[in-house]
């Protein structure tokens, strides 16, 4: 069962647009580029991560409960991270759990557990993550948030340090070496971050761009050559019906001009049925498109006869239709710009493989280049009428006279 036929605006009505901002088709680079860093950002965690777990095992006294409270505040949520991180989902949340539950827990660190470690080189092995909290920060919160984190973070981690060495002399020179270093790399973290996110939304900006412009130009020349349809279609019904009323002079003519007129503005009404007509593929003989070009001489009332040459044959209905309706409106240009002075047709078949039919007048003739651009009489009534077929179409014109030849041939 052949599936309906959509118009025009229904069809363009379902095609999706392209111009809305944050759709995933605009932001896939960011969204590439988030899944990078969440992935380049849970092989760091997870090598710092395992560091500071066989360290905090290594120093872990059973029965424990501060240290053991401690290693599940930290460690269930980076757990969780990481697990995020590789799968791509729930990132932002899990690393904004961890980023605050470590800040804490390493603010909390000398109140909760005990001040056993007073030498410098043995820290504890919360300190081990401490730029995995920024990474945390970077994944999770928006910039500002991120620098602010970067930049407090190693300032709780020396105050932290100091306390638990209870302010020592040799623990102000290892702090303050371990505050620098932990500052800088996590503002470098940060900054990273940031960078390649902006280069990726600018590419899905670029993007963007380019996908609204493209659909713009579509639908321009989508409207564009709509109009050019109607105008042809406007022109080949309308320019008939006019000459045929100009040249009525008895009852039938009149008659036939009314109807003529009447199937114009039906066809004007109706486009998209004419068009669809035209694009029918049911086999049309050659004799049926005789028969039309005949009757199209009758309609103008020009004295002429259509010379049937060739074999009988059957063609595409498309391709009968832009025939018909090309020499129509070269039937009709001859009318009116020759007189229909000298009007000669040949109707040559060649079976199902093909026809030529050729129109000649011995009118003045005309300059094809001087036609003006929005006159669509010869150039889209005729000749990109025949080209979307894969037809042909010539005009030869001079003092001589015109003659315009159409053919097609199967491919």
């Not at 791509?88 to 800040?103: D, E, L």
């Not at 068009?275 to 050659?286: F, I, T």
């Not at 001589?400 to 199967?410: D, K, Y």
Request: hydrophobic share 55%.
């Amino acid at each position: 069962m052949p599936a309906d036929t959509l118009s025009i605006r229904e069809a363009w009505s379902k095609i999706p647009s392209p111009g809305g901002a944050e759709t995933g088709f605009e932001r896939f680079t960011g969204k590439r580029m988030e899944r990078i860093l969440a992935t380049v950002a849970a092989i760091g965690s997870a090598a710092l991560g395992v560091q500071a777990l066989i360290a905090a095992l290594a120093s872990l006294s059973l029965p424990d409960a501060p240290q053991v409270a401690m290693l599940l505040v930290v460690f269930v949520p980076l757990i969780a991270m990481l697990i995020a991180c590789l799968i791509g989902r729930g990132v932002r949340t899990t690393s904004g759990i961890f980023a605050v539950a470590y800040v804490l827990a390493l603010a909390v660190w000398p109140v909760v557990v005990d001040q056993r470690i007073k030498v410098a080189a043995e820290q504890p092995w919360i300190f081990f993550l401490v730029n995995v909290g920024v990474v945390a920060a970077m994944l999770a919160f928006p910039l500002w948030l991120q620098f602010t984190w970067a930049a407090g973070m190693p300032f709780v981690y020396g105050y932290v340090r100091l306390v638990q060495g209870e302010f020592s002399r040799e623990f102000w020179v290892t702090t303050a070496f371990d505050v620098s270093f932990t500052l800088i790399l996590g503002i470098v973290i940060i900054s990273l971050g940031w960078m390649f996110r902006s280069v990726a939304s600018g590419v899905d900006d670029v993007r963007g761009r380019a996908v609204s412009a493209y659909a713009a130009a579509a639908a321009a020349a989508a409207a564009e050559e709509e109009r050019v349809a109607m105008s042809a279609l406007m022109h080949d019904s309308v320019l008939a019906a006019l000459i045929a009323a100009e040249r009525a002079e008895g009852d039938r003519a009149k008659d036939l001009a009314v109807a003529m007129a009447r199937e114009a503005l039906t066809r004007l009404a109706n486009t998209e049925a004419a068009v669809a007509q035209e694009g029918s593929d049911e086999p049309v003989a050659v004799a049926q498109i005789v028969a039309e070009l005949r009757r199209a001489l009758s309609e103008l009332g020009a004295d002429a006869i259509v010379e049937e040459r060739g074999g009988i044959g059957l063609l595409p209905g498309r391709v009968a239709r832009a025939l018909v309706l090309a020499a129509r409106q070269a039937l009709g240009n001859s009318v009116t710009h020759a007189g229909g002075r000298g009007l000669h047709i040949i109707a040559e078949g060649r079976g199902d493989e093909g026809i030529r039919v050729t129109i000649s007048d011995s009118g003045p003739g005309f300059d094809i280049e001087a036609i003006g651009a929005d006159r669509l009489g010869i150039r889209a009534s005729i000749l990109a009428r025949m080209a979307g077929v894969a037809g042909t179409a010539s005009i030869d014109s001079g003092e001589a006279g015109t003659v315009v030849t159409l053919g097609w041939e199967r491919s």
